[in-house]
């Protein structure tokens, strides 16, 4: 099986890589190596899968249209599994036309270009609980209404849903969609809160809990996502949404007291108002994703952040 995977030297894109060339499936990573954090970690995330002569390092941007095309032309996949994205919702209000431009109109690229081969390619991307949006019933189930996003970033990931049926209804493009909910582990970004709190306590410096503490989150341990995409890769046919999460969420004050104890140290709190486009709450059923694909999270989040602690100490600077 040849596989492009995009933004494959990032968090989640590196362990599916890792996952993939494993299994020995033949990998075209492509990613352009975003300044939004560090280039090193991002090699560093790919060293031992660009040690096997089956995977494939391609830098490019996936706005560049020409490129893309070219690249699937080239290659021939069998699937496409598009990871590549700007992320962060905070970032997104400040520049939302870059975000559109990435992550819309990238995404339109990899359509296209699939939508142009004989025989079709399988395509998976990576869509987001954020499109959810701010809602206070939970869990959130593929048939809830999406229709108030409240951030740019969860909009632009609204808009890739809605193109990827598009592009399935007008040229019978095999999509699967896959909403990430909170995804951490070894690799996890720097920017992402499980990463930034570690640092700020292990340092002993004050870590900023927004609000009072109670929004929570559906953490879900990096290797129960990858293991989603590829049961997602194996099955995709037609057009299909799913939930990739842990459906048991957490409470941020609570996070931060079991990173504080994963780490024998005790946080010191500043307690900062709630951010802008931040919601209370992500909170995944996956009911549909584990009768259609066998999905089943194994990682409780205890034993998850135990191992990221562990990585974290083997990495940090």
Known sequence: MRTIVTGGAGFIGSHLV????G?????????????????????????????????????LDI????????????????VIVHLAARAGVRPSIDNPALYTEVNVLGTVHWLQA?????????????????????R??????????????????????KACELLAFTFHHLHGLPVTGLRFFTAYGPRNRPDLAIAKFTRLIDRGEPVPMFGDGTTRRDYTFVADIVDGVVRAIERCSGHHLYNLGNADPIELRELIDAIGAALGKTPHIQQVPEQPGDVRQTYADID??????????????????????????????
């Open 288 to 317: 549909r994703a584990s009768a259609d694909l066998g999905y089943k999270p194994k990682t409780p989040f205890s034993d998850g952040l135990a191992q990221y602690v562990a990585w974290y100490r083997a990495n940090r600077a």
């Open 18 to 21: 890792d996952r993939l060339v």
């Open 63 to 78: 706005r560049d249209a020409e490129r893309v095309a070219r690249l699937v032309e080239q290659y021939r996949p069998d």
């Open 23 to 59: 299994e020995g499936a033949e990998v075209i990573v492509v990613d352009n190596f975003d300044a939004f954090y560090s280039r090193a970690v991002k090699e560093s995330n790919l060293a031992q899968a660009l040690g096997n002569p089956r995977c494939r390092l391609i830098e």
């Open 114 to 134: 699939a939508a142009r081969l004989e025989p079709r390619p399988r395509l998976v991307y990576a869509s987001s609980s954020s499109v959810y949006g701010d």
């Open 136 to 157: 206070s019933d939970a869990p959130f189930r593929e048939t809830d209404p999406v229709d108030l996003p409240v951030s740019p970033y969860a909009a632009t990931k």
